[in-house]
């Protein structure tokens, strides 16, 4: 492939990545906020609010600083996707192929061990839900290292 002329699946995985990767960040801000927002409900005043607002506030000091690691994980994938998104459109070597495979093999473990946790808690953690978390990493991985790996010039 000549230098500066980009694939159009790769534009295409990158605007994937871009609008996966905010979707991601703004997740994890709500994740963030979500422990002062069940306080405001609580607060509000609403009975079946404040009902629901405890349930989601016990929950989340449960997972304590698991709950942590999911936020930091999910802000960390949400970089890593934009970045690499942004690797991609400039053809770096780095910030698009190395960065894609990194955060690729990252949410792959994270569905799987999301799966097993949810096996152990509830007896059945592999769902549809775990198939489409993994659908996307490995297509990533197979494209990247397979149809757009001579694309990645810079």
Known sequence: MTEGK???GLTALAVINL???GLSAF???GMLAMPKLAQMMKDS???AAAEQADQMLQGIEQAGSVWSLIIALTFVSALLLITSGIGYLKQKRFL????????AILSILGSVASAVMLAAAV?????FG??????????TLVLLNGTFK???VR
């Open 45 to 47: 005043g609403d009975a």
């Open 27 to 29: 997740g994890a801000a």
């Open 96 to 103: 698009g192929r190395t960065l894609g495979n990194a955060w």
């Open 130 to 139: 775990t198939i489409i978390g993994l659908v996307y990493p490995v297509l």
């Open 150 to 152: 001579e694309d990645f």
């Open 6 to 8: 980009r694939p159009g």
């Open 19 to 21: 609008i996966w990767g």
């Open 123 to 127: 007896g059945g953690g592999f769902h």
